[in-house]
């Protein structure tokens, strides 16, 4: 079985920064993509950055210039730096692990990011 395992979360005011952390374990064969997403109160979860093998990355409009997306291989572990938090940003944040050849989807627990006004 594949765990992940999230870390870093909490309250921080409005211009603040928060880094995210998730490292995952167990029988980890090919992965494709390692990323994050988030869900805030009534809404759909949506992708903010995800980061493939290759070292490539993508970033929502929302979050371009102030999130970076980073990962260590050796230790399977992704990170997410969010910088210049804004209210917005407050929401639950899930890891996301993406095995091949199926695509196959990991999540974790879940981790909140609250950022006040």
């Known amino acids: 079985q594949v765990q992940l395992v999230e870390s870093g979360g909490g309250l921080v005011q409005a211009g603040g920064s928060l880094r995210l952390s998730c490292a995952a374990s167990?029988?980890?064969?090919?992965?494709?993509?390692m990323g994050w997403y988030r869900q805030a109160p009534g809404k759909q979860r949506e992708l903010v950055a995800t980061i493939w093998s290759s070292g490539s990355t993508y970033y929502v409009d929302s979050v371009k210039g102030r999130f970076t997306i980073s990962r260590d291989t050796a230790k399977n572990t992704v990170y997410l730096q969010m910088s210049s938090l804004k209210p917005e940003d407050t929401a639950v944040y899930y890891c996301n692990l993406k095995v091949l050849p199926a695509n196959y989807n990991y999540w974790g627990q879940g981790t909140q990011v609250t950022v006040s006004s």
């Open positions: 167990g029988r980890i064969n090919s992965i494709n993509t």
